[in-house]
């Protein structure tokens, strides 16, 4: 090999070890359930969190809240919720565990973790429920979920009744749907207990109850428990949630961290994701297979596949007598199968690499790790008014690179190679900023509005978001007329919390009620529910565009999606028919799910879904303008694109049907801010059409017509 990526450092970060380390998982061994069990006992009871496991279920039994926090694999998220279960937490049939994740591959995964070790059948008694997916009953007694999920509870069910206890789990995050939430079960833990007192002093229920909460029939608040909060973090500033729940009592969990030795690039590297797959190749070619597994961070699901790509062709010539190389992506859009993959021991003569976003820093602990690629980027959710919404791939934060580090010295010493200078490093900031203090609140706005948070600028956030955005997010929820000119909850906006989506689309939905086009807008809502529909090889270019082309609509990617969607459903889902139109099934599969789901949900909220509009397509691409019309440019003398909100430049992304192509105006899912502002799944309308779905916003675009 003669390119080379040059290090320097060396230097050992953390503690030395303590206990022994886990050992890797047997491959293939027969399915034995008692002695799969019994081994996960003897392996529970080496995490270092058992040894607190008195002193937590003690806390937790006296205080209203706790926090706990432990380093990344200590046993929070597996342990913790199953300590609380055997001390009777939840009586069954009655009330639950729920424990939330920021992610959705966390929630599943750990899930089935534990319904294994607790030996029930993954839904029974351990379940987990995710957007678009359930797999629980109601005798679950311990339910893993995302945060998202639990914030849409709230609006059935205002004091989460059914829940005695809820943890928090990855609070260190602190992604926009954990603060909401924060502040949510902050505020139904005091509604609960206000209730409370107020049945012991033998007064009405109703009577100077929370507002939030007086619509609650009286007598069934009888009974009501203390609702448990229990805040878990990997890192080690807990004042500030102590500090946001009346100073809760913070327990800390001695982690078990072998020492890391840390590498630095010599000189920054002008591309990452060239840097980091020769990284990984020599780490591999000079290192034994049997030092451990490979774990690259990298930004998002473009990357991997970009990684993955050099490193199947690099792989293709190594000498025979180096190891194979497994490789083994994992994001969050990825299939569930292909993400269980990452678990799995590598077979033997192979070492695994595992190319991964930050869902792998803390929230996913990934056996056999020893070596560390850290790109030193990960993509962040921004949003700028000028603008809207965007996924910026950025600098990580130097405890984000700590925790990276710190994933090869799980099971023994590992080695970490950061793919920026040691100068670079000292000028990331210290930790990231919250989420919410910088990305769109249109949805979680609508959700508060929902649930009877009528002052959402005085809401108890523990980082209140900018004004600004708080604003805009309402201004926005007044044009698409989920709230009225008072910023009270319209019919059409409590219609549209319903849907676990952005407002936009189900605005899209609503309209498509009158336009009688449920069905193709549903559809198409599916289809942009995943990243890539297409499976596009290295090599393979020129034929997979030209396969594509037979789906390709001159209106744009909507209706080429759905044209693509029929197509598949003609051909039965074939899999030689998908290989041969380059079709990523399994993000079909995905798609037909989540159909199934929002079309289950316009059931029971009164749309047909089967309503189809035919042949003429307009009709769905205007309910698609009814929500996004914040969403739209203009086509500029220039042959640029000019956003209609921002006035900024907008280029069509090169993967769109729309590429190089001038039509007067454009509207667009999603704009991608790289190198430039990329506009993904675009659609050409006409400028009239864009007055008439916004007229508050855009109805000078109509006197300005022809
Ligand atoms: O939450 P925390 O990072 O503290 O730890 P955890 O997720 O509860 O993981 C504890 C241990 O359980 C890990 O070190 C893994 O060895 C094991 N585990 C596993 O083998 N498979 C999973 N799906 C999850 C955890
Ligand atoms: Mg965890």
Redesign the pocket.
Known sequence: MARKVEFRGGAQEGEGAHGGG?KR?GKGAAVDHRARARELRA?REQ?P?FGARGAIVREVRRHATVVIV??????????IPQYLLESGFSRYGETAIAVTQPRRVAAT??A??VAEEVGTALGARVGYTIRFEDCSCDKTQLRFCTDGLLLREILSDPLLRRYSVVVL?EAHERTLRTDILLGMLRDIQRGRRRRRQLAAQGQPQGAGAHTRFGDDADGAAAGIGELKIIV?S?TLDADRFSAYFDDAPVLY?AGRQFPVTTYYTVAPQADYLDAAHLTVLQIHTETPSTSGDILVFLAGQEDIENVERLLAEAAAHLPRAVPRLLVCPIFAALPQAQQALV?EPAPEFTRKVVLATNIAE????I?GIRHVVDSGVHKVRGFDPRIGESLLVEPISRSSARQRAGRAG?EAAGFCYRLYTEADFAQLPEDAVPEIRRCQLTMVVLQLKAAGVDDVLGFGFMDAPPKRALKHALLELYALEALDDRGALTALGRWMAEFPLDPSYSKAIYASRAAGCTREVVDIVALLSVDSLFYVPADKRDESNQAQAAFRSRDGDHLTYLSLLRAYQAAGGDKDWCHEHFVNRCAMRHVLDVRQQLTRLCARLAIDPAQSCGADLDPVLRCFLSGFFHNCALLQPDGSYRSLNGSQTVHVHPGSALFGKKTPAIFYDQLVFTSRLHARAVSAVDPLWIAQASPKLYGRLASAAP
């Open positions: 886990a998982r392996q995490l969190v432990g380093e990344t694999g200590s046993g929070k998220t597996t342990q995964s750990v089935k973790r789990d878990m990997a969990v678990f803390t929230s996913l602990t056996p799980r």
